[in-house]
C-alpha cells in the first residue's frame, strides 16, 4: 500500500487513473481504458500522450506503453492482465443527489430485495467507524433492479443512505465490494467524509486486507491521519513547481502538511531530519543571528533518503523559493545537503560535548539540581541506542523530553559549539536567500 500526497492539482489522481489504464481485467471483469480518463472535450485534444508502464511480477518485469499519438489510444491488447478496481470522488455524492435515486424516495415504493453483509464485513464496518451495527445491507426496490440503496441498523434504529451520514454511507458502499485476491485498488482521497479515527481504522482494515488477499493498493490523500498510519516507504509527496514534477519518497506527516499548508510564509525553507535536529538547527540560528529566525521555516523530512533527495531539487534549482538541506553529522555528504557538526549522531554529539563540559547551564535552564542533572544524563548513556538517550534522561528529571533538549542544544551553542561550525549553519541559510532573490 503507498500513499500520494500533494497539493491539489499536482497528479495524484493522473497516477492513479493512469494505474487503472494499463491493466486489462481477466474475463468478465471490467476494463479500464485511457480513454475513459481522459478524453477528448471542446476545449482539449489529447495527442502525443504515452503512459508508460513496468509492471514486476515476481522475478520478471514487463514494460509497455499506452499511448495516443494522433486520435486513437494505440497500446491496449498488449496490457497484462489484472483486476483494477478504481475508486473515484463519486462515492461521496448524496444518495439523493445521484442520478436516478430520488425517484426511489417516493411513497409506496417498497424494499424488493437485499445483500447482507456476512459476519466479516459487519465487523469491518463496526470497526472501522467505531459504532456499533447490528445489520448492514445493500437493498433494491420494486422501482429499480439496478440502483442499490445501502441499509444499516443500529441502536438508534434503521436507516438508508438517503438519510444515513456521508461517511458511513461511502464505507459501506465500498466494504460491499468483494475485491478479487491480487488485484490493485485505486482510490482518490480516501479520506473524504471521515473523521480522524475512522481514518485510521480504514488503513488499519486495508492493510489486514492486502495481507490476506495480496492486494496492491494506490491511495491519494491530503490527512495526515492517513499518512502517520503507514510506513515512511509507503508515502510518495507528488511536488508540482515551475521546474516540472517531482516525487519525493519517504517524507514525514509533518514534511507533507507543512508543504501544503498555507499560513506561514518564510523566505527560507530549512529542511531537517527530525524533531531534535530542528531543535538544534533553531538554536544554532538564534544564537548566531536571531533576526534570521523568522526568515526560515524548520521542516523535518523523515529519512535521510527523502534529504538527498530534496538535495538533489536544491542543486537542480526545483524548489519555487530558498530551500537548504541539513542532514545530520553520521549521514554522508550528499549533492545539494549541508551536514550538521560533530560527524556523529546529534544525540551523540551533544551529550557527548556536554559530559565533557560538565553540563555547563543544564541545570539551571530546566530547574533542576546540578547533580540531578548529571547523574540523569550520564545514566542515560550508559544505554546502546542514542536515540533513547533524551528520553531516559527526560523521564529521570520529570521533564519533556524536548525542553531538555532544547536546554542541552542551548547550552551546547552557547558553550561548545565552534564558531566557524555555527558561522557554515548560518551562513547556508543566508546564501540560500541570497541566491534566490538575485
Request: hydrophobic residues 40%; aromatic residues 6%; contains cysteine.
Amino acid at each position: 500500500m503507498v500513499a500520494l500526497v500533494g497539493e491539489n492539482g499536482s497528479g495524484k489522481s493522473t497516477i492513479l487513473q493512469c494505474a487503472a489504464s494499463i491493466y486489462r481485467s481477466p474475463k468478465g471483469g471490467r476494463t479500464h481504458f485511457a480513454s475513459k480518463f481522459f478524453p477528448d472535450t471542446p476545449w482539449e485534444k489529447i495527442t502525443k500522450a504515452t503512459i508508460r508502464w513496468n509492471v514486476r511480477e515476481g522475478t520478471n518485469v514487463t514494460t509497455g506503453s499506452v499511448r495516443k499519438e494522433t486520435s486513437r489510444w494505440r497500446g491496449n491488447p498488449e496490457r497484462r492482465e489484472r483486476n483494477a478496481e478504481y475508486i473515484d470522488l463519486s462515492r461521496i455524492q448524496p444518495v439523493s443527489a445521484r442520478v436516478g435515486y430520488s425517484r426511489l424516495a417516493k411513497t409506496g415504493i417498497k424494499e424488493k430485495s437485499s445483500i447482507l453483509f456476512d459476519e466479516v464485513k459487519l465487523a469491518r464496518l463496526t470497526a472501522i467507524m467505531g459504532k456499533e451495527y447490528g445489520v448492514a445491507r445493500m437493498s433494491l426496490t420494486e422501482y429499480d433492479a439496478k440502483r442499490q440503496v445501502p441499509v444499516i441498523t443500529t441502536q438508534g434504529g434503521e436507516y438508508s443512505g438517503f438519510h444515513g451520514g456521508a461517511g458511513e454511507t461511502t464505507m459501506v458502499e465500498l466494504l460491499e465490494h468483494e475485491i478479487p485476491s491480487k488485484s490493485i485498488v485505486l482510490i482518490d482521497e480516501i479520506e473524504t467524509s471521515l473523521h480522524p479515527r475512522a481514518q485510521r481504522r480504514l488503513i488499519r482494515d486495508l492493510a489486514e486486507l492486502c495481507r490476506v488477499k495480496e492486494l496492491q493498493i494506490i491511495l491519494s490523500t491530503h490527512s495526515p491521519y492517513i499518512l502517520d498510519e503507514l510506513p515512511s516507504e509507503a508515502r510518495l509527496y507528488v511536488w508540482d513547481s515551475a521546474a516540472g514534477r517531482s516525487v519525493v519518497k519517504g517524507v514525514s506527516p509533518e514534511f507533507a502538511m507543512t508543504r501544503m499548508d498555507l499560513e506561514q510564509h518564510p523566505e527560507c525553507d530549512v529542511y531537517v531530519e527530525d524533531d531534535r535536529a530542528e531543535i538544534l538547527v533553531r538554536e544554532v540560528i538564534v544564537h548566531k543571528n536571531p533576526e534570521l529566525i523568522s526568515r526560515c521555516l524548520l521542516i523535518p523530512f523523515g529519512a535521510a533518503s527523502v534529504g538527498q533527495s530534496l538535495g538533489i531539487m536544491v542543486s537542480s534549482k526545483k524548489f519555487p523559493r530558498a530551500s537548504c538541506v541539513f542532514l545530520d553529522g553520521d549521514q554522508s555528504a550528499a549533492p545539494g545537503c549541508h551536514l550538521l557538526p560533530g560527524g556523529d549522531a546529534p544525540e551523540r554529539v551533544i551529550f557527548e560535548a556536554m559530559k565533557i563540559a560538565g553540563w555547563a547551564s543544564v541545570a539551571e535552564r530546566v530547574g533542576r539540581s546540578h547533580s540531578k542533572v548529571v547523574d540523569a544524563c550520564e545514566k542515560a548513556m550508559t544505554t546502546s541506542d542514542h536515540h533513547d538517550w533524551v528520553r531516559l534522561a527526560a523521564d529521570e528529571l520529570f521533564l519533556g523530553g524536548s525542553h531538555l533538549w532544547q536546554a542541552l542544544c542551548a547550552g551546547w551553542v552557547t558553550k561548545v559549539l565552534d564558531a566557524t561550525d555555527g558561522a557554515e549553519i548560518v551562513g547556508a541559510i543566508e546564501a540560500a536567500i541570497e541566491s534566490h532573490t538575485k
